[in-house]
Nanobody, 115 residues
Framework: QVQLVESGGGLVQPGGSLRLSCAASGSISSIYIMGWYRQAPGKQRELVATITDSPNYAESVKGRFTISRDNAKNAVYLRMNDLEPEDTAVYYC???????????WGQGTQVAVSS
């Protein structure tokens, strides 16, 4: 069983930055896909970024967000720069075996971008 705990969310002004962290307990192999998703009020959950050997980003965050992982710590991070009000959402960490359709989810961390 894998448990994920996110941290680093908060309130920031437009143009500001935040760094989200997700720590996984349990057995995580380096082949697992680690990623971040977000869900804004009234909207469906959407992919933000995933990473295995290389990163993959949603178009809306390319050039502003950077995903990274530390396999030794079973952790994944999301550095978010130049934040916009449209980035306001609950951000969820996800870990998934590449051959499976479902994975593990964290409890979410709120990010609010407002002046």
């Amino acid at each position: 069983q894998v448990q994920l705990v996110e941290s680093g969310g908060g309130l920031v002004q437009p143009g500001g930055s935040l760094r989200l962290s997700c720590a996984a307990s349990g057995s995580i192999s380096s082949i697992y896909i680690m990623g971040w998703y977000r869900q804004a009020p009234g909207k469906q959950r959407e992919l933000v970024a995933t990473i295995t050997d290389s990163p993959n980003y949603a178009e809306s965050v390319k050039g502003r967000f950077t995903i990274s992982r530390d396999n030794a710590k079973n952790a994944v991070y999301l550095r978010m720069n130049d934040l916009e009000p449209e980035d306001t959402a609950v951000y969820y960490c996800n870990v998934k075996h590449p051959l499976l359709t479902s994975g593990y989810w964290g409890q979410g961390t709120q990010v609010a971008v407002s002046s």
